[in-house]
């Protein structure tokens, strides 16, 4: 079964400081891709960042950058030089060879102080 | 920047009756599906379709459930004989590609479904 783990519920960071928003997840499969999505109030989610599962390398995005912990099963998402405008809640997801469907974990709901 | 929309964004219906979730996906896009959010839980996949077909479906989406794109921009999600538990966040979302990896699914803004 693939499953996706956000623990902390909600963070707050400073304007221009750095958060680090964690995830695990796991798969049996050895083919996947893992997601950050955010979601601000009342609009749609849309993808922040994407890692591949073979790839070494973490993916970054700008000021969004991953940790990519294969043998821990980590992905964490660094947001650097926070701005009013990350203010959203943020989804980990996973999607696995052979399949359609993205695995979501519960959220996290972040607010940025000025 | 194209985006997926739905209608309504909030329906309040009574339990037994039917719904009809409105989507309209980006329009160069070939793949398409329903998830949706329990209010304090997950989101959770319901369905993916393809080429008028329903291409994958998780344990959720029992005969209850049915979608359709009944006119090639419009992809719709009936609920035939709606419960409590079925009230929830629906998100609508479409991909263009074929590779399931690489591309990125668009999400729409929801539809809240509160059942009465």
């Known amino acids: 079964a693939q499953t996706v783990t956000q623990s902390q519920p909600e963070m707050s960071v400073q304007e221009a400081e750095t958060v680090t928003l964690s995830c695990t997840y796991d798969t049996s499969e050895s083919d996947y891709y893992l997601f950050w999505y955010k979601q601000p109030p009342s609009r749609q989610m849309i993808l922040v960042i994407r890692q591949e599962a073979y790839k070494q390398q973490n993916a970054t995005e700008n000021r969004f950058s991953v940790n990519f912990q294969k043998a821990a099963k980590s992905f964490s998402l660094k947001i650097s030089d926070s701005q009013l405008g990350d203010a959203a809640m943020y989804f980990c997801?996973?999607?696995?060879?052979?399949?359609?469907?993205?695995?979501f974990g519960k959220g996290m709901k972040l607010t940025v102080n000025p | 920047e194209p985006e997926v929309t739905q209608t309504p964004s909030h329906q309040v219906t009574q339990m037994g009756q039917e719904v009809i979730l409105r989507c309209v996906p980006i329009?160069?896009?070939?793949?398409f599906y329903w998830y949706r959010q329990i209010l304090g839980q997950k989101v959770e996949f319901l369905v993916s379709f393809y080429n008028n077909e329903i291409s994958e479906k998780s344990e959720i989406f029992d005969d209850q459930f049915s979608v359709e794109r009944p006119d090639g921009s419009n992809f719709t999600l009936k609920i035939r004989s709606t419960k409590l538990e079925d009230s929830a966040m629906y998100f609508c979302?479409?991909?263009?590609?074929?590779?399931?990896?690489?591309?990125?699914?668009?999400f729409g803004p929801g539809t809240r479904l509160t059942v009465l």
């Open positions: 329009s160069n896009h070939l793949y």
């Open positions: 979302a479409s991909r263009a590609g074929t590779r399931a990896f690489t591309d990125t699914q668009y």
């Open positions: 997801a996973s999607i696995q060879g052979g399949s359609e469907k993205l695995v």
